[in-house]
């Protein structure tokens, strides 16, 4: 009988040979105490030619190296005899996950493909790919059916995490430098069921940001258990869903924070989070604006428009996410406020997007009475953003040094 190691080896050659490989997790250090973690393989496509590009994860650094197909063969099989027990490969044809026991026989089990192509080897980040419903985790999800085939009553799902990994590509190109290598940490604050949980994670492999990690954050422990499930199931090695409330769960790192339709001030929460973690991109999609609605004092133009409740309530949003664009502003970053998916899917639908740009500002400053005036419009006194990066709406402006006497 072929050994399991050797059934491995050849799966792996295999997918190098014909191009279907996606990538190879070596896992469960044989000695426990051993600094390196883990090695994750996938293919790449360099100006020299094809490679596979290993991560050592050590404790606090990763390592990289990027290998010819025979050199890469090599170097798995040293890793499995000498370093670890357990190693997870993915094609576009099967999953294959080999465990060694501490007697030194081994066994491996072949499933079904987690994966529905081969990853893009161009380091082109620009590039365009869509999520496709073959994709493993949709499945688990049940965004799509066995045989591949999108749900009828998810298919509004389906192309909102599309058009929101289409909104968000950009985004990331535009935040972090096309050539930059360094792992991200983005954060989901209020992530729900994890659809675009999922979608964020696969966008960064897709885009080659090698190494990032991604934490969904949400209220409901039974959703965090369920998504932490199919991460695994889907072999998502760097996704992981942590229970947890936005304004207080921990947060170590984040380099990107999203929340969409995280309700009423739970998105003010999520981006005072990214802002003090020093995130240089936040996504926000916001929903039930409930806060300024009764404060506000309506300007004597807008007086008899305001009496109807509906025109409130809609001045109220725009009030509010007006507030928030300018006070991002304030702090640093770059807004941009637009339409996120057509209001034939969802009424939310609109998206804050900040890329940190410059130190925030100080009190007196321009952006800071852009903010006050905004707010004294509307006869706003308080607001949660501004509140939690100690910004007073109505902080009296300090007196301007008195002009030097020439007489
Ligand atoms: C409308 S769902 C949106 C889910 C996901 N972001 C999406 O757009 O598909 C809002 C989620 O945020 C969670 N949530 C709301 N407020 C929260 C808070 N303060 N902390 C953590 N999670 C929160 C809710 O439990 C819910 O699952």
């Known amino acids: 009988m072929i050994a399991a190691q050797d059934k491995l080896f050849d799966l792996f050659h295999d997918s190098l040979a014909r191009g279907t490989f996606v990538k190879l997790t070596l896992s469960r ?9 883990n090695v994750f393989l996938r293919p790449v496509q360099l100006k020299d030619g094809f490679r596979v590009a290993f991560t050592y994860r050590h404790g606090t650094k990763d390592i990289f190296k990027n290998l010819l197909p025979a050199a890469a063969l090599t170097e798995v099989a040293t890793l499995l005899s000498a370093s670890f027990l357990c190693a997870n490969l993915f094609t ?6 080999l465990v060694i026991r501490a007697d030194g026989s081994a066994r491996i089990a072949v499933r079904k493909p987690a994966h529905g192509e ?5 380091h082109d980040r620009t590039k365009a790919r869509s999520i496709l419903p073959t994709e ?15 749900r009828e009553a998810m298919a509004d799902k389906f192309r909102q995490i599309n058009q929101f990994v289409e909104v968000l590509r950009p985004l990331l190109v535009e935040a972090f430098a096309q050539g930059a290598t360094a792992p991200l940490t983005v954060v989901d604050m209020g992530c729900g069921k994890g659809y675009l949980t999922f979608a964020v994670s696969q966008l960064l492999e897709q885009m080659s940001f090698v190494g990032s990690r991604v934490v969904g954050v949400e209220a409901r422990p039974d959703l965090v258990e369920e998504t932490n499930r199919v991460a695994q199931a889907s072999g998502f090695t760097r996704l992981h869903f942590q229970a947890g409330s936005i304004a207080e769960t921990t947060l170590d790192a984040a380099d990107a924070l999203i929340a969409l339709h995280a309700c009423d001030t739970a998105t003010d929460d999520a981006l005072a989070r990214g802002i003090g973690a020093g995130a240089r991109l936040l996504v926000v999609s916001p929903c039930c604006h409930k806060e300024l609605r009764p404060q506000i004092i309506p300007p004597p133009m807008l007086a008899p428009a305001l009496r109807h409740g509906i025109m409130l309530e809609r001045e109220a949003e725009f009030a509010t996410d007006a507030l928030r664009a300018a006070l991002l502003e304030w702090a640093g970053y770059e807004a941009k406020v637009f339409e996120f998916i057509s209001t034939e899917h969802t009424a939310k639908n609109l998206m804050i997007a900040a890329v940190k740009r410059r130190q925030r500002g100080d009190n007196d400053g321009e952006p800071a009475a852009r903010v006050r005036d905004l707010a004294a419009f509307y006869g706003v006194q308080e607001q949660r953003l501004a509140a939690l990066l100690g910004f007073k709406l109505t902080a009296e402006v300090s007196p301007k040094p008195p002009a030097p006497s020439h007489g």
């Open 136 to 150: 493993a985790w949709l499945r688990e999800l049940g965004v799509t059916l066995p045989d591949g085939r999108v």
């Open 29 to 37: 250090p044989r000695d426990p105490a051993a600094d390196m973690k």
């Open 118 to 122: 081969a990853p893009s080897l161009e």
């Open 92 to 97: 576009t044809e099967r999953t294959a996950e």
